[in-house]
T-cell receptor, first 118, second 117 residues
């Protein structure tokens, strides 16, 4: 089975440009998460969706960041305008629906999108 | 919010040595998970622990869920070069009674493991 698919793998852009990162979760997974990884802050949860509905976006840094999930097989994370401090690796992850207390918490991560903003 | 303190931050060991790392939290978690991240890849689940006191093995890896539910450790026995990577602990609270919400996963800062042949 295909895992979580992210694109692009690498993006280099100039400050002020719009960046769109894309994610295709594992088929049948009900939850989708966007994480950001930096050396300084580690893995940070930005936002997550349940059945395409945003549940918690408290980790989104500011209004320049937005995320959408128009259907169960696609999500985007957009940064507009981008800034050098947005440089990081952005991960998308998905998981199955909770099934009782032993619910796993088993996130499946994509390979990440490495963003460099000059 | 919850914070996980993972230690050590990094380890440099010789091939064949055993490795131990741990995570502590100020909050009680209902699930502890250990992930490994290879260079240029996303984290991959190694072991999941669901019950206080639980000890689980996966090959050369052994992990335990602390009795207090505020800590967990991971041991790697007889390390090999391919064990190189970043190891993350993660804690998750139990979902709400309706079973429809997600217990937010909090990650530790990671332990960078280097294995010298």
């Amino acid at each position: 089975d295909a895992g979580v698919i992210q694109s692009p793998r690498h993006e280099v852009t100039e400050m002020g440009q719009e960046v769109t990162l894309r994610c295709k979760p594992i088929s049948g997974h009900d939850y989708l998460f966007w994480y950001r990884q930096t050396m300084m802050r580690g893995l940070e949860l930005l936002i997550y969706f349940n059945n395409n509905v945003p549940i918690d976006d408290s980790g989104m840094p500011e209004d320049r960041f937005s995320a959408k999930m128009p259907n169960a097989s696609f999500s985007t994370l957009k940064i507009q305008p981008s800034e050098p401090r947005d440089s990081a690796v952005y991960f998308c992850a998905s998981r199955q629906k909770d099934r009782g207390w032993r619910n796993g918490g088993e996130l499946f991560f994509g390979e990440g999108s490495r963003l460099t903003v000059l | 919010g919850q914070q996980l303190n993972q230690s050590p931050q990094s380890m440099f060991i010789q091939e064949g040595e055993d490795v131990s790392m741990n995570c502590t939290s100020s909050s009680i978690f209902n699930t502890w998970l250990w992930y490994k991240q290879d260079p240029g890849e996303g984290p991959v689940l190694l072991i999941a622990l669901y019950k206080a006191g639980e000890l689980t093995s996966n090959g050369r890896l052994t992990a335990q869920f602390g009795i207090t539910r505020k800590d967990s450790f991971l041991n790697i026995s007889a390390s090999i070069p391919s064990d190189v990577g970043i190891y993350f602990c993660a804690g998750q609270l139990r979902p709400n009674a309706g079973g429809t919400s997600y217990g937010k996963l909090t990650f530790g800062q990671g332990t960078i493991l280097t294995v010298h042949p």
